[in-house]
């Protein structure tokens, strides 16, 4: 008999894991009344955040100073992403993704439509930055992934409208892999496509059926060989992306709460994998505002540090780039977090690996030429 509480999962603390730790060094409100942050990405010359007003803001990411404001979106942001240091996109609800050029003024520089107007609910470019891929919620019993040519908008290369019977939370291109994609749903389904031939029947590799509503997924390990998986239901596990195994189940991870350690946890935001130390790191929070950031064992987690006084509310977001000691979050308190590690100089940018370093950028030349706790979706 367990009483119906969850399995009690082994945690320890190990506050060495994070050196120096992190603190509190601004914060911003978003803005006021009852507006709330969906997203936060960032780049070396943009803080960028998404909010429930379907306003996308830039801010100066050292100093959170408010440098621009994008509109064009008519509902939901669900997803925001920076391309290189010139570029954003977005998706929302409204049916469409844009790609913004932050070095003009006004409309986006692109926009790609779902058909009918479907609401988007996630989108990733690949590697060679060729496709475009788009999630769809469940409209009239379908949810879709529609891919289109990244260099012609108008261009729907294909849609796969068998593989997921629920919506479509997440879409994420491998890192290394132009041609692998794999999917998240609420359907519980983990879905990964080999896309040489753009056929869903063909295409489809391996399925994992998590048995949960999927919130977020995504690839970690040396050679993106594994895969994290956080639920709707707060639960966490571990998966072989090649043969969709299980590795690990930790079940609902609101069980590792301990008042001894300053932990309370009461809900998952994300997981990174960091490829310095080869350690994949859970981040979640509390419904006061703490956030949590735990190192992820085999069958263990490990508490490295938990940060407090710069939320009063649920956070949606953060953004951590841990090699160079700062993260940031944002909330339903409409508030943005700055939080360095204690040695970081004021005077030193944010770096952040961008496509564009790696080769050319199709979708930036294009731009070029142009100019001289409810779920959020």
């Known amino acids: ?13 190990e506050p060495a894991l994070i050196q120096p730790p992190l603190a509190l060094r601004q914060s911003s409100a978003f803005s006021h009344g009852d507006i709330y942050i969906f997203d936060i990405a960032a780049n070396s010359n943009n803080l960028i955040v998404s909010a429930s007003n379907h306003q996308i803001k830039l801010y100066n990411p050292q100093t959170l100073a408010i440098k621009n404001v994008l509109q064009f979106h008519t509902d939901t942001i ?38 009918n107007n479907n609401p988007l609910l996630s989108f990733d470019l690949n590697l060679s930055e060729s496709i475009l891929a788009a999630g769809t919620e469940l409209v009239e019993y379908d949810a879709s992934i529609h ?25 994420k291109f491998h890192p290394t892999n132009a041609s692998r994609l794999m999917t998240g ?29 999927i919130n977020k997924i995504g690839y970690f390990g040396p050679q993106s060989e594994y895969i994290y998986c956080l639920s709707h239901m707060e639960t966490l ?3 072989n992306a090649e043969d969709a195994d299980a590795i690990h189940h930790f079940g609902d991870i609101r069980g590792v709460s301990q008042s001894a350690l300053g932990l309370t946890l009461d809900y998952g935001i994300d997981c990174q994998y960091e490829t310095e130390s080869g350690r994949l790191f859970l981040l979640s929070g509390s419904n006061e505002g703490n956030i949590n950031i735990l190192h992820v064992n085999a069958t263990s987690l490990q508490l490295c540090q938990v940060l407090s006084g ?15 000691g700062i993260l940031y979050s944002g909330g339903e308190d409409a508030k943005l977090g700055l939080w360095t590690a204690n ?35």
Not at 185 to 197: A, E, K, P, R, Y
Not at 310 to 324: K, L, N, P, Q, Y
Request: charge should be negative; aromatic fraction near 6%.
């Open 310 to 324: 710069g939320h009063s509310e649920i956070v949606r977001s953060t953004c951590w780039d841990s090699r160079r």
């Open 237 to 239: 596990s571990l998966w």
């Open 185 to 213: 749903s609420v359907d519980g389904l983990i879905c990964q496509f080999d896309l040489t031939d753009m056929d869903e029947d063909e295409g489809i590799m391996v399925v994992s059926n998590t048995g949960s509503s």
């Open 78 to 115: 669900s997803q925001i992403k920076p391309h290189g240091e010139h570029l954003v996109m977005s998706s929302s609800k409204d049916g469409r993704v844009a790609v913004w050029d932050l070095r003009t003024e006004g409309a986006p520089v692109q926009v790609f439509t779902a058909p």
């Open 1 to 13: 008999m367990n009483d119906g509480l969850p399995p009690q999962i082994p945690i320890t603390y």
């Open 343 to 377: 040695a970081l100089q004021e005077t030193i940018p944010l770096q952040v690996a961008s496509a564009s370093s790696r080769h050319g950028s199709p979708l930036q030349a294009r731009s070029e030429g142009k100019s001289a706790r409810s779920t959020p979706y």
């Open 147 to 171: 891919f289109w040519d990244a260099r012609n908008p108008t261009k729907l290369m294909s849609t796969y409208a068998e593989s997921h019977s629920d919506d479509i939370t997440n879409v």
